[in-house]
């Protein structure tokens, strides 16, 4: 299947899904106020070992999970804090986790890049870069072994591509017809090296294509436009079992994590500002004020909400204990469940 870039075509909303759009500026605004939060919490020590923001990328992971259903399967890398909140882990407990306390998604053991909750299909949260991508090509095997109709979906940034997992579990979801949905999210930089990858990116779209894999670059600042290509996707998971690699083109406002700063020394205020301009969350509140579906206010009082939310969530997590040392030998789940 060929490469394939939808335009960008700008259709008047569909008022009956009013209250899903709103959902979706919930959504966003509930990652970019934790993110907000975990880095101040991170600051000030209460974060240990690494943590890397999401902020810029927002509207892939609401865009897309909106197109899941709940018995699907959703893998992701390190960078995962917001498809965790979207799946519907609780603020309390992805900051619980964040924290090291026993309240958290997986028992306080897995910090920001170890999320999971198997109850939801969530299956991580994984460090080392492209490692879950064959994870997600055995998750799509298992739904069509099992004939359940389930859909895998697997998240990872763009310098994955280079690792030969990625090419491996391709090729077999490819050749096996398997319900897999590959997102690369493209935010240009791997670990604050100046690597434009882009062109390297569209070669890797290129070489899946002859994978017999679907394949479309999307514009991930776009809500929408993302949630769109991601119906198809699942559309031609589920009826078709047919495979797709989404490309995202997205940025991060932020370094690559706590540890690195915000511009870096690999790109300029300047660039960094000027992909600003492009913010997700703004772009789409100011499409549902301007097709009438809210008004100034109304967005005020949603981050307002989750600003709430968000503070309630780190309150929670300051709160509660610590592990009991036991608690290292046990497992988070028991074997069998989920
Ligand atoms: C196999 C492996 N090699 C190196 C690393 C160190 N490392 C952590 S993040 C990262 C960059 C990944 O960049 P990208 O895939 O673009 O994701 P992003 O951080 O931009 O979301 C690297 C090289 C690692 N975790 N695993
Ligand atoms: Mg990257």
Not at 12 to 31: K, P
Not at 57 to 64: D, I, K
Not at 231 to 239: C, D, G, H, K, N
Request: glycine letters at 10%; aromatic letters at 8%.
């Amino acid at each position: 299947m060929a490469t394939s870039t939808r335009p960008n075509a700008r259709r008047g909303l569909d008022q009956s899904r009013a209250d899903e759009y709103r959902d979706w500026l919930r959504q966003m605004l509930l990652i970019r106020r934790f993110e907000e939060k975990a880095g101040e919490a991170y600051s000030l020590g209460k974060v240990g070992g690494f943590c890397h923001l999401y902020i810029g990328q927002e509207a892939v992971a609401v865009g897309s999970l909106a197109a899941v259903g709940k018995d699907d399967y959703v893998v992701c890398s390190y960078r995962e804090h917001g498809h965790a909140l979207v799946r519907g882990i609780s603020a309390r407990t992805v900051m619980a986790e964040l924290f090291g306390k026993a309240a958290g998604c997986s028992g306080g053991k897995g910090g920001s890049m170890h999320l999971f909750d198997v109850s939801l299909g969530f299956l991580g949260g994984h460090a080392i870069v492209g490692a879950h991508i064959p994870l997600a090509t055995g998750m799509a095997f298992a739904a069509k072994y099992r004939d359940t109709r389930q859909v895998a979906v697997c998240y990872f940034g763009e310098a994955a591509v280079n690792n030969g997992a990625f090419h491996e579990a391709l090729n077999m979801a490819a050749l096996w017809k398997l319900p897999v949905i590959y997102i690369c999210e493209n935010n240009r930089y791997g670990m604050g090296t100046a690597l434009e990858r882009a062109s390297a990116i569209y070669d890797i779209s290129e070489r899946a294509c002859s994978y017999d894999m679907a394949n479309e670059v999307v514009d991930g600042q776009d809500v929408l436009i993302m949630h769109a290509a991601m119906e198809r996707a699942v559309q031609r998971a589920r009826a078709d079992r047919h495979p797709t690699l989404l490309e995202v083109r997205t940025y991060r406002f932020m370094g690559h994590s706590m540890s690195d700063p915000i511009h870096g020394h690999y790109r300029t205020k300047e660039e960094v500002e000027e992909q600003r301009k492009r913010d997700p969350i703004a772009l789409w509140s100011q499409r549902l004020i301007a097709e009438g579906l809210m008004d100034e206010a109304g967005v005020k009082a949603l981050d307002k909400e989750v600003l709430r939310e968000v503070n309630d969530a780190y309150q929670f997590a300051e709160e509660a204990p610590d592990p009991e040392p036991e608690a290292l030998w046990a497992d988070v789940y028991a074997p069998g469940e989920g």
